[in-house]
């Protein structure tokens, strides 16, 4: 299989607070992970891509200081929201990568953030 | 011209009927085709992944590829209420992964 965790599934946090999710393989080592944004009813929105071991790649248009992406090792990246906003709320979903085989994206159970 | 189109639906059929699911590209340089389905408030799961032209089959799932007029297609046979869902068309070149928005589905009992 090759299953991949998110933590926390849900989290509520006040406005100006940060909140840092987490993103695991568990089965199988991911050398490259990615995080998405979605909103309802709406595809999936590519945030960043993270190596492991070297600093992520972000998109057009998403704040690199405000959307902390940090990949320690090859089951393990986490995002950090700062100093979150109402308009940060969200469904975070992330994706992992196989480190050999199969080079498709295996995405986690999703986070929903809500910022009050 | 975004890199893929999906009609975004929604698409209700009864359960038993044979649906089709359908993205367009514009992108030839795409060489592998990947359709995801997403349960509400899950993250999405890979269902079928194919590369090059042609069909490949598993369980009442048939997944179609026509690189000639860039058209890729999910069939699902004998749809069960289970199937409710999105499904996500994903092509990928290389290290970039495109994803259509995605169709919304309903299958009614």
């Known amino acids: 299989g090759a299953v991949v965790s998110q933590h926390p599934s849900w989290v509520i946090c006040k406005s100006g607070t940060s909140v840092k999710i987490e993103c695991r393989s568990l089965d199988f080592q991911a050398t490259t992970m990615f995080w998405y944004r979605q909103f309802p009813k709406q595809s999936l929105m590519l945030m960043a891509t993270?190596?492991?071991?070297?600093?992520?790649?972000?998109e057009q248009g998403v704040e690199k200081d405000k959307f902390l992406i940090n990949h320690a090792s090859l089951t393990l990246s986490t995002l950090t929201v700062t100093s979150a906003h109402p308009e940060d709320s969200s469904f975070y979903i992330c994706?992992?990568?196989?480190?050999?085989?199969?080079?498709?994206?295996?995405f986690g159970p999703g986070t929903r953030l809500t910022v009050t | 011209q975004k890199e893929v189109e999906q009609d975004p639906g929604p698409l209700s059929v009864p359960e038993g009927a044979i649906v089709s699911l359908n993205c367009t590209y514009s992108n030839s340089a795409f060489q592998y085709f990947m359709w995801y389905r997403q349960y509400s408030r899950k993250g999405p799961e890979l269902l079928m992944y194919t590369y090059s032209s042609g069909n490949k089959e598993d369980g009442r799932f048939t997944a179609q590829v026509d690189k000639s007029s860039k058209y890729i297609s999910l069939f699902i046979r004998d749809s069960q209420p289970s199937d409710s869902a999105t499904y996500l068309c994903a092509m990928r070149t290389g290290n970039q992964f495109y994803f259509g928005t995605g169709t919304s589905l309903t299958v009614i009992p």
């Open positions: 993270s190596n492991e071991g070297s600093k992520a790649t972000y």
């Open positions: 994706s992992a990568r196989r480190a050999s085989g199969n080079p498709e994206q295996y």
